[in-house]
Nanobody, 128 residues
Framework: QLQLVESGGGLVQPGGSLRLSCAAS????????IGWFRQAPGKEREGVSC????????NYADSVKGRFTISRDNAAKTVYLQMNNLKPEDTAVYFC?????????????????????WGQGTQVTVSS
């Protein structure tokens, strides 16, 4: 059974950092592009960052470019999202997701409705 479990969320002050982890089980992570998405209260879910199966291609939302970094360790079956210089507008529930067929990282980040497998989410709150 394919499972994705996020961790690493929490409360942080503006300007602070967090690293989210997405642990995969029940499938071979190596073959799957992975995306991080977020949903703030009252807003639509949006793609934050996506990474190709091999890690060679990445995509970032304009709002996080230069602050967030996505990476993956297929041997450890984990994908990470390093978030630096966090802002209050980054407050949201963050989800990781996987889909075998969305091989374009740009498409994956834009077409969240097409993504098949989702984790349960982890809350990130940026507040002083």
């Amino acid at each position: 059974q394919l499972q994705l479990v996020e961790s690493g969320g929490g409360l942080v002050q503006p300007g602070g950092s967090l690293r989210l982890s997405c642990a995969a089980s029940g499938f071979t992570l190596d073959y799957y592009p992975i995306g991080w998405f977020r949903q703030a209260p009252g807003k639509e879910r949006e793609g934050v960052s996506c990474i190709s199966a091999g890690g060679g291609s990445t995509n970032y939302a304009d709002s996080v470019k230069g602050r967030f970094t996505i990476s993956r360790d297929n041997a450890a079956k984990t994908v990470y999202l390093q978030m630096n210089n966090l802002k209050p507008e980054d407050t949201a529930v963050y989800f990781c997701a996987a889909d075998l067929y969305l091989t374009s990282v740009q498409d994956m980040c834009l077409m969240d409705f097409m993504v098949e497998y989702w984790g349960q989410g982890t809350q990130v709150t940026v507040s002083s």
